[in-house]
């Protein structure tokens, strides 16, 4: 019973685990975050210079995957849309990722706004 308790704290300990940003505007600070049971969350608070901008870049992956028997392969791609924030001192900080566009942007959208910086979209290039 004891093991069992400690294996269960542990893993939900792990399966908790999230890491972001976190930006307050009225003391002029950021940090990026590591945080376990959504409560819980490290990080060191940086003076926040402002923000240049928001911007979407886009990189495709590529899996393989073998059959056991006959070995023939099939390859899958998949498109992978990053979120970056830039700073007004040249640092840039990864926001989000998606697979999906639109749902990136339109949360993306309202950071923009938040942050008062322009949205660019680098996968139109």
């Not at 070995?71 to 700073?87: D, G, M, P, Q, R």
């Not at 639109?102 to 996968?123: G, R, Y």
Request: glycine share 4%; net charge positive; proline share 2%.
């Amino acid at each position: 019973p004891v093991m069992s308790s400690v294996l269960v704290f542990s893993s939900f300990f792990i399966l908790t685990a999230a890491d972001g940003t976190e930006i307050d505007l009225v003391k002029g600070r950021f940090r990026e975050y590591i945080s376990f049971y959504f409560i819980i969350r490290g990080g060191k608070w940086k003076k926040f210079p402002g923000a240049e901008k928001i911007y979407i870049n886009s990189a495709k992956s590529t899996t393989r995957a073998y059959t056991t028997h006959n070995n023939y392969s099939s390859v899958f791609e998949n498109t992978e849309y990053n979120a970056y924030l830039k700073l007004n001192n040249g640092e840039k900080i990864h926001l989000i990722n998606s697979r999906k566009k639109e749902k990136l942007t339109t949360i993306l959208q309202k950071a923009a706004s938040f942050l008062n910086c322009p949205l660019q979209d680098n996968t139109l290039v």
